[in-house]
């Protein structure tokens, strides 16, 4: 090929689109971020978690509570209805958690309840999965591993990092779901 000719196929390659990897559309998706600053001043915070592909709400006649309380006080500083959604990322990092925790010894991401299919027939099932957190999570009172779910029943605590708040966990019996 003349010097001429490879000059014709070298401008003729760069005249092509080249290859865009940037992350766009589904992968974007994918990505799991969450982008919470400006157009001045960008900044995302990358999701530790996403949904399995299992991922259930539980029908709508099982009424399940998460009561908050704090030391030996009787009544709850707060109750969330656990049965309204899918799955509860509790965290320091108000941006993204769905249950804003204060404690300075909780991660910004700290860990999830997430209701899940069963394999048999037993409809659905409230799990925690711990994300890796610096000081833990316990649920009745031992630790639970990291990065892994652990299925939870009513009337179980989970105690988050060095916290003295006690997360109570309950399913509202049969008898008194028929007066809502």
């Known amino acids: 090929m003349s010097s001429n000719g490879s000059a014709k196929l070298s401008d003729s390659l760069s005249t092509k689109e080249r290859p865009n990897y940037n992350i766009t559309g589904a992968l974007a998706a994918e990505a799991n971020k969450v982008d919470i600053g400006t157009k001045d001043k960008p900044r995302a915070i ?3 978690y996403h949904e399995p592909s299992d991922a ?3 029908s709508a006649s099982e009424i399940w509570m998460l009561y908050v309380f704090k030391g030996n006080a009787k009544d709850p500083l707060e109750t969330i209805p656990l049965h309204t959604r899918s799955c509860w ?3 320091r990092e108000t941006a993204v958690a769905d249950i804003p925790l204060d404690h300075p010894s909780l991660s910004k991401q700290h860990c ?3 209701w899940r299919g069963k394999p048999r027939k037993d409809g659905v099932g ?3 999965l711990d994300l890796e957190s610096s000081n833990g999570t316990t649920l009745n009172g031992t630790r639970i591993e990291a990065a892994r ?3 939870c029943k009513s009337n179980d605590v989970l105690r988050l990092g060095e916290s003295q708040r ?3 966990i309950l ?3 049969q008898s008194s779901m028929a007066n809502l």
């Open 46 to 48: 990358v999701l530790k």
């Open 56 to 58: 259930r709400k539980p």
């Open 89 to 91: 990322l509790l965290g």
């Open 112 to 114: 999830v309840l997430q």
């Open 126 to 128: 409230l799990y925690v």
């Open 149 to 151: 779910f652990i299925e």
């Open 166 to 168: 006690d997360y109570v």
């Open 171 to 173: 399913q509202a019996p």
